[in-house]
């Protein structure tokens, strides 16, 4: 379904490079690798971790052997997957999947450091075969008050497979209204899905200052709801960086000044978009339905997960 507000491009245009070869099946895309690297406790949805707990000392889930040593975390803290039709459709059509990366780490494409370049280096990394083209955008001021908005006018441009969205950092700093900020980002990924587009979404940044604070926390957790909510992955950055603050004497190995990550923690979260990014891509299709033998012409209707998706556990 075409975005109402800017044409779509040529296939030209959107093939500027041709894609590599894919083999048959969904293992075309992610190899035997990766398969074989998918921790032991792997969490689909509806899971998600409480951003207000304490990162135990000792834990009995494994690190992620797959990132880097210094970006290992558990996967319960540090994603939730779900499908992403849009992507897989661009993997069998055996086309460069195009990604939209947005939010406060999003700008600078052109710099080699940049958060972008990491997350394209990193995709392509994980899968080999694809051709993977990052466009970035910077999203200034918060959803609540007009961001999503741009998000539309950007997404209409762009027209991407994917979009990676660092959302709800900007909107608690602002102290802004979370109800407000919940119904802004609940639409705005609706509408990113309505046009047959994924979506990712990478909640706030983890700081030690408002690690107690109860609206910081309301605000991930908000983040996190309409994930469910909607069904779509998320990064959970929050829960990833406090976890990776217990393994070091200074938070300042990941996050610079004013809540932006340093290098290392762009890097992690490129890492960590990533394998939500692939791991969700081996989330099976639902089985067709099967016709019911006691009603004439009617098939059994599979379930959605959206209808329960008002009972929504909040974390402590």
Known sequence: MACPQAARPTDAARRRRPALGLSAGLSFALGIGLLASVPARAETLPAAPAPTMSAP???????????????????SKLYTLAKLKAVKAALKEKRPVRVLSIGSSSAGLGAASSYPVKLENALESALPDVQIDVEARSLPGEVASGAGERLRTIV??????????????????????????????????????????????????????????????????????VARREAVPLVHRYAAMRYLSTRSTDEAHMLGRRFRLNDLGLRCMAEHATRAITLSLLQSDPAKPEADPDRTGTATRPATGRESSDAVPRGN
């Open 57 to 75: 000392a000792q834990t009995a889930e494994a690190l992620d052997q797959s990132l880097s040593p210094e970006c290992r975390v558990p996967g």
């Open 156 to 225: 209409a441009e762009v027209e991407p497979d994917l979009v990676v969205w660092q959302v709800g950092t900007n909107d608690a700093l602002a102290r802004v209204d979370i109800d407000s900020f919940a119904e802004a980002l609940d639409e705005s990924v609706k509408w990113v899905m309505s046009h047959d587009i994924d979506i990712v979404l990478i909640d706030p940044v983890f700081t030690a200052s408002l690690a107690e604070d109860d609206y910081y926390n309301r605000m991930v957790r908000t983040v996190q709801e």
